[in-house]
């Protein structure tokens, strides 16, 4: 009995802290490169592994005086479309992929 409350805030705590963000590798499967670039502008690379079209897009942040960095790749797969993507690099700077949506009321 007395773990309940224990239990009860802590999960309170979590929700708390959601938010309506989502993470951009998980955002862009299935969906044409165009809504990636639409998203993050330009690619900085494009390359190609395993045969199949790689395109490369990095992130640079500062935080308390020392610079971090991310990269995400985003593998295209069948008709053009977002196979896989996916990052690499630290969460500061990986945050800047993120992707926030806003509700819009008439």
């Known amino acids: 009995m007395r773990r309940t409350p224990i239990l009860i805030a802590a999960l309170l705590g979590l929700a708390a802290c959601a938010t309506p963000q989502v993470n951009g590798a998980s955002a862009l499967a299935g969906k044409q490169l165009e809504d990636a670039i639409g998203l993050y502008g330009p690619w900085d690379q494009s390359l190609t592994l395993d045969g199949k079209p ?8 500062v935080q308390n005086g020392v610079d971090y960095y991310c990269e995400m790749r985003v593998e295209m797969g069948f008709r053009h479309t977002v196979g896989r993507a996916f990052m690499s690099g630290y969460p ?11 509700g819009r009321s008439k």
Do not use: G, M
């Open 54 to 61: 790689t395109y490369v897009w990095r992130r640079h942040a």
């Open 92 to 102: 500061v700077a990986c945050a800047l992929f993120s992707i926030h949506y806003e």
